[in-house]
């Protein structure tokens, strides 16, 4: 039954987009109140292409991919919005169900190989684990796969490595591992949930150019998501910037290097260090911290650190809007690249605004007083 | 905290020999000690095993050309014997059947009727989890050796209830440490991605997360087994297991007359010393074995 319904969805591939997400919203209930992960949230995504996803730590990036894939399941989660793929809705999908896609039709990379194999299982029962009951093999057919598979995710000598446990491969060749357990049932849908944080520097490159030739050979989509804006600007057809569980910018990456719109990702591109500075130069950072989700500030999230923040940012909330390039969304009131936006970071300076003297001068002693203000603001919050 | 930063500042001729040591204690290699215990349990086992085939004397029959309570050597008898005159040696080692019928069915049972609902209530929770863990504190309130009384008064003395009176008091330890080892592993990574893979619950339980917990619940049932084997000798040493059975335990409260009225300390003493042995050998091998997960755990 399950089987005959994935051949239907097969014959209609290329008409509709792969995956639509429309207004995703997922809340944590805790103790402390409602957590908004991911607020309202849309987009898609069309087969061979790969949208990054960046952000800093807790602006809901993990999250976005887990809610879309259907895997967070506990009771203490609420989902609103619609995860379509192939035009069939996943919210609210039987876990019977999303078990025919997991594997199958969508898989998932995750950030630590470390602790993303079983400790105690061989490489080769982990990788013919799936390829068994997904596609009913044999033992014999199973295992050729598997070796195929490490062939291709280029581990040497893959006849010995099915027979090692994980603890007997470097980090870089057990992520190579967890690619190609992810990738053994030819998934169409491949979430990276920051595939290269956990290596080596000199690894990541490799991983990346990796998963890049795979999704390539498969024709798959790929959702990478990172807080590294390198990382995507190599190997994403298109950028979504998340910021406090929303999308802030969305651009192909061209457009969005190029013309960047909303400061947060302004402020992303400029924390980068660039090879061409003197050694030495101080990183510019963004002072502050990322809101509380409980009681998310009511006007523009980023506006308590944005060095372009004017009264309107604090009250009323921007909503995304195109730019001049069609596919380019943003949500501010006074984009970056400008005259609106010029002006106000002309007069946030002239008043000795923290958040601008910091982003235009790489003052720390600004940044840390924006830090400073944003914790005090934090606090009242709380007490609120 | 000074000293520490001096040692790691300077390495001494004594952090290289304390090198040594350290690797010793990794996983697999288990010291002279180590061996000795297992070179110890292993006697015993194979002992009380071929109990039947070794030329030994009947436990239970009196040897009426000595004298009860004769010392060790008289008369053929190796470690002498008891106040029955019965030969102590061959008491001894038909007694060690017993100890190994405890240790054994105690292990089982516990591994998996305990093992069992701490692997459910860890991975399942909810629930579930509240109303196992619930049983499994009523039991655990009781007061052990009064219910294993209790059960031993109730349904005979035999020595398959007296089993199953101390798996049954042991199963609230095993269902805890499962309970526990299953929610750290229940959150590893590994196990969302098995699920991301499709992977169904019951899949989940028994391939990824049980080869993972059997382990340390092993480790940890090796020290519950020594609290068995004395709880067993305990029972027997109070009479309150069938006088039939040949145990430690029992041997043990058959050398108190002697010890008492005649002053005979080796009635008392051998077994004693059996038991002792065997107690300290499996704690010991558990604690290392405990250790040695530890060291694997930390290494990933």
Not at chain 1, 175 to 202: K, M, N, S, W, Y
Not at chain 1, 360 to 372: F, H, I, K, M, Q
Not at chain 2, 126 to 146: C, N, Q, R, Y
Request: net charge neutral; glycine share 10%.
């Amino acid at each position: 039954m399950a089987r005959r319904e994935r051949r239907i969805l097969t014959a209609d591939q290329s008409e509709a987009p792969l995956l639509v997400v429309e207004d995703l919203a997922t809340r944590f209930r805790t103790p402390n109140g409602l957590v908004r992960a991911v607020d309202g949230v849309s987009l898609t995504l069309e087969r061979g292409r790969t949208l990054g996803v960046v952000g800093e730590s807790g602006s809901g990036k993990t999250v976005l991919s887990r809610s879309i894939m259907g895997l967070l399941t506990s009771r203490e989660v609420e989902h609103s919005g619609s995860v379509r793929y192939r035009g069939k809705e996943l919210l609210g999908a039987k876990p019977a169900e999303m078990r025919e896609l997991w594997g199958t039709e969508m898989a998932m990379v995750f950030q630590d190989p470390m602790t993303s194999l079983n400790p105690v299982m061989k490489i080769g029962r982990q990788i013919t684990e799936g390829l068994r009951y997904h596609h009913n093999l044999s033992k014999a057919d199973a295992r050729d796969q598997a070796l195929e598979l490490l062939k291709s995710v280029g581990i040497p000598d893959p006849v010995r490595r099915l027979d090692q446990y994980p603890h007997e491969l470097s980090g870089g060749m057990r992520q190579r591992v967890t690619i190609a357990i992810a990738l053994a049932c030819g998934p169409h849908l491949l979430f990276a949930d920051e595939p290269t944080t956990a290596l080596d520097v000199t690894v990541q490159a490799q991983i990346l150019n990796l998963l890049k030739e795979q999704q390539e050979e498969r024709h798959m989509a790929m959702v990478l998501v990172t807080h590294d804006l390198g990382v995507v600007a190599q190997h994403a057809d298109e950028i979504a910037v998340m910021y406090a569980g929303q999308i802030v910018e969305r651009a192909s990456t061209r457009t969005l290097f190029e013309n960047v719109r909303m400061p947060y990702t302004e402020a992303l591109l400029k924390s980068i260090p660039k090879l061409d500075e003197p050694s030495h130069t101080r990183l510019q950072v963004i002072g502050g911290r990322p809101p509380d989700l409980i009681n998310p500030p009511a006007g523009c999230r980023f506006a308590p650190r944005c060095p372009y923040a004017q009264e309107r940012c604090l009250t009323e909330q921007p909503p995304l809007v195109e730019a001049e390039t069609p596919g380019h969304e943003y949500r501010c009131w006074f984009p970056v690249g400008t005259a609106k936006g010029a002006e106000a970071l002309e007069r946030n300076l002239a008043e000795g605004d923290a958040a601008a003297v910091a982003a235009v001068t790489g003052d720390s002693t600004a940044a840390e007083r924006v830090t400073a203000a944003a914790t005090t603001n934090d606090d009242q919050g709380g007490q609120a | 905290m000074s000293e520490v930063l001096v040692t790691s500042a300077e390495p001494t001729p004594a952090d290289a020999a304390s090198a040594t040591p350290g690797r010793t204690r990794r996983k697999g290699t288990l010291g002279i000690v180590g061996w000795l215990c297992v070179a110890w349990l292993g006697l015993v086992a194979v002992a009380a095993l071929l109990a039947p085939f070794l030329p030994l004397d009947d436990p239970n029959a009196t040897d009426f050309f000595v004298d009860n309570n004769s010392s060790p050597g008289t008369g053929g008898h190796l470690l002498g014997t008891d106040n029955n005159g019965f030969d102590i040696l061959s008491r001894l080692i038909w007694g060690g059947r017993v100890s190994l019928i405890v240790a054994v069915g105690v292990l089982a049972v516990g591994m998996v009727v305990g093992g069992g609902i701490g692997l459910l209530a860890g991975f399942y929770r909810g629930k579930l989890e509240s109303i196992l863990m619930a049983i499994v504190d009523i039991t655990l309130a009781f007061p052990s050796l009064l219910l294993l009384i209790a059960i031993v008064a109730f349904l005979g003395s035999d020595l398959k209830n007296v089993v199953l009176g101390i798996s049954l008091v042991s199963i609230p330890a095993f269902a805890r440490i499962a309970r526990a080892t299953t929610l750290t592993f229940g959150q590893r990574e590994f196990v969302l991605a098995a699920r991301a893979a499709g992977a169904s619950n019951r899949r989940i339980l028994v391939r990824e997360i049980l080869p993972n917990v059997v382990l340390p619940v092993l480790a940890f049932g090796l020290l519950v087994v020594a609290i068995a084997i004395v709880a067993e000798g305990s029972l027997a040493f109070l009479g309150l297991t069938s006088l039939d059975t040949v145990s430690w335990g029992g041997m043990i409260n058959g050398g108190r007359t002697p010890l008492q009225r005649d002053g005979i300390a080796h009635v008392a003493l051998f077994p004693t010393a059996v038991m002792f042995l065997t107690v300290l050998s499996v704690n010991y091998l558990g604690d290392r074995f405990r250790a040695a997960f530890d060291i694997k755990d930390a290494a990933l």
